[in-house]
C-alpha cells in the first residue's frame, strides 16, 4: 500500500510540471528530438539526383545496377531515463533533496515525451540495478514513473554508473534518448559512458546540493558518506579546510565537465537551491541551434 502522503506528492509534481510542459517545455522538446531518427524503409533503383551516399553496394552489386537505400522518418522515440537512486541522493540542505528534485525533474522529461507521443522507459540503479520499467505511452504509465522514484526503497547504497550503461545497452538495442540523472559521486564509468554516447543520444543530468561545494563555517562538525557509512570529524571554522574542500570540489567539476565536452556529449547542471527551468531551457535552446 503507497503511503497517502506520497500519492499527494505525485499529485502535486504532476499538476507543477504539468503546467511547465505546456506553456514553456513542450514545443522546446519538439523542436529539439522530434524527426531527427531515421529507420530504414526499402531499397529502389537509382534516379538522377539521388544521394550517392545512400547506394546500397549489396543490392547493386547482386543486380548489376545501381539501388538506393530509402529512408523514413522515424513516428516516435523512445525515451529513458537512468536515475541515481544511491544514498547520496538522499541528501539536501534546501527545500528537496537530490531525488525528489531527481523526480520532478523526470516528470517535465516525461511529460514533454508523451505529449509528442514519444515512449518513455526507467532504470532505477545504484551500485545495482534495482529496477527496470519498459517503455511506453501514457499519463498512468508517467504517473508510476514518477511514485517509483519518490516511493522506491533501493536495496544497496552505493553507485555504480557502469552497470547501468551496460544495463541500458543490453535490453535498448534501437537508438533512445537517454537522460542519466545522478550527483555523479562515483569514478570509473567514462569507457562505458563513451560506449552508450555512440549508440544512444546521452545527455548527463547532474544534481548538486550547495553543501557539496561549500562548507559554511560552523566549527566542527561530523559528517557521515551517505554511501559508505563512515563518519569523518572535520573543523568548518578552519579557512584552508574550507578552502580545500571547495577547489577539490571545482577540480571534480572541471574534469567531469571536459570528459562530456570530449565525448560530445550534452549536460545539464542541476542545483537543490535555484530552480530547474532555466537550466533546462538554456540546455534546449543550444541544443536547438545545433540542428537549425
Same mark, same amino acid.
Given at each position: 500500500?503507497?503511503?497517502?502522503?506520497?500519492?499527494?506528492?505525485?499529485?502535486?509534481?504532476?499538476?507543477?510540471?504539468?503546467?511547465?510542459?505546456?506553456?514553456?517545455?513542450?514545443?522546446?522538446?519538439?523542436?529539439?528530438?522530434?524527426?531527427?531518427?531515421?529507420?530504414?524503409?526499402?531499397?529502389?533503383?537509382?534516379?538522377?539526383?539521388?544521394?550517392?551516399?545512400?547506394?546500397?553496394?549489396?543490392?547493386?552489386?547482386?543486380?548489376?545496377?545501381?539501388?538506393?537505400?530509402?529512408?523514413?522518418?522515424?513516428?516516435?522515440?523512445?525515451?529513458?531515463?537512468?536515475?541515481?537512486?544511491?544514498?547520496?541522493?538522499?541528501?539536501?540542505?534546501?527545500?528537496?533533496?537530490?531525488?525528489?528534485?531527481?523526480?520532478?525533474?523526470?516528470?517535465?522529461?516525461?511529460?514533454?515525451?508523451?505529449?509528442? !507521443?514519444?515512449?518513455?522507459?526507467?532504470?532505477?540503479?545504484?551500485?545495482?540495478?534495482?529496477?527496470?520499467?519498459?517503455?511506453?505511452?501514457?499519463?498512468?504509465?508517467?504517473?508510476?514513473?514518477?511514485?517509483?522514484?519518490?516511493?522506491?526503497?533501493?536495496?544497496?547504497?552505493?553507485?555504480?554508473?557502469?552497470?547501468?550503461?551496460?544495463?541500458?545497452?543490453?535490453?535498448?538495442?534501437?537508438?533512445?534518448?537517454?537522460?542519466?540523472?545522478?550527483?555523479?559521486?562515483?569514478?570509473?564509468?567514462?569507457?562505458?559512458? !563513451?560506449?552508450?554516447?555512440?549508440?544512444?543520444?546521452?545527455?548527463?543530468?547532474?544534481?548538486?546540493?550547495?553543501?557539496?561545494?561549500?562548507?559554511? !563555517?560552523?566549527?566542527?562538525?561530523?559528517?557521515?558518506?551517505?554511501?559508505?557509512?563512515?563518519?569523518?570529524?572535520?573543523?568548518?571554522?578552519?579557512?584552508?579546510?574550507?578552502?580545500?574542500?571547495?577547489?577539490?570540489?571545482?577540480?571534480?567539476?572541471?574534469?567531469?565537465?571536459?570528459?562530456?565536452?570530449?565525448?560530445?556529449?550534452?549536460?545539464?547542471?542541476?542545483?537543490?537551491?535555484?530552480?530547474?527551468?532555466?537550466?533546462?531551457?538554456?540546455?534546449?535552446?543550444?541544443?536547438?541551434?545545433?540542428?537549425?
Amino acid at each position: 500500500m503507497i503511503p497517502k502522503e506520497v500519492l499527494q506528492k505525485v499529485r502535486r509534481i504532476e499538476i507543477r510540471t504539468g503546467r511547465l510542459v505546456s506553456d514553456v517545455f513542450s514545443g522546446q522538446y519538439e523542436s529539439v528530438f522530434k524527426g531527427r531518427g531515421m529507420e530504414f524503409s526499402e531499397v529502389r533503383e537509382y534516379q538522377p539526383g539521388d544521394d550517392i551516399r545512400t547506394i546500397d553496394w549489396n543490392v547493386t552489386a547482386r543486380y548489376g545496377k545501381p539501388f538506393v537505400k530509402k529512408f523514413i522518418e522515424e513516428r516516435e522515440l523512445t525515451v529513458m531515463l537512468l536515475v541515481d537512486m544511491s544514498a547520496s541522493g538522499s541528501f539536501g540542505t534546501r527545500e528537496k533533496m537530490k531525488s525528489e528534485l531527481a523526480a520532478e525533474l523526470s516528470a517535465v522529461l516525461a511529460f514533454s515525451a508523451i505529449k509528442n !507521443n514519444d515512449k518513455v522507459g526507467m532504470i532505477i540503479f545504484t551500485d545495482q540495478v534495482e529496477k527496470y520499467i519498459l517503455p511506453k505511452k501514457g499519463r498512468t504509465h508517467i504517473l508510476r514513473i514518477i511514485r517509483e522514484i519518490l516511493y522506491f526503497k533501493p536495496s544497496h547504497r552505493r553507485t555504480n554508473i557502469t552497470r547501468a550503461l551496460e544495463y541500458m545497452n543490453e535490453v535498448n538495442k534501437r537508438k533512445a534518448v537517454t537522460f542519466l540523472i545522478s550527483d555523479f559521486i562515483g569514478e570509473g564509468y567514462e569507457k562505458a559512458l !563513451n560506449i552508450t554516447n555512440r549508440r544512444h543520444d546521452v545527455i548527463a543530468v547532474t544534481i548538486t546540493d550547495p553543501r557539496e561545494k561549500e562548507l559554511p !563555517n560552523v566549527g566542527f562538525i561530523e559528517l557521515e558518506d551517505s554511501e559508505t557509512g563512515q563518519y569523518v570529524t572535520v573543523d568548518t571554522g578552519d579557512r584552508l579546510f574550507r578552502d580545500r574542500y571547495g577547489e577539490e570540489y571545482n577540480r571534480r567539476l572541471e574534469d567531469r565537465k571536459k570528459m562530456f565536452r570530449s565525448m560530445g556529449l550534452d549536460s545539464i547542471d542541476i542545483y537543490t537551491d535555484q530552480p530547474y527551468i532555466e537550466p533546462l531551457l538554456k540546455f534546449f535552446r543550444l541544443r536547438a541551434k545545433r540542428f537549425r
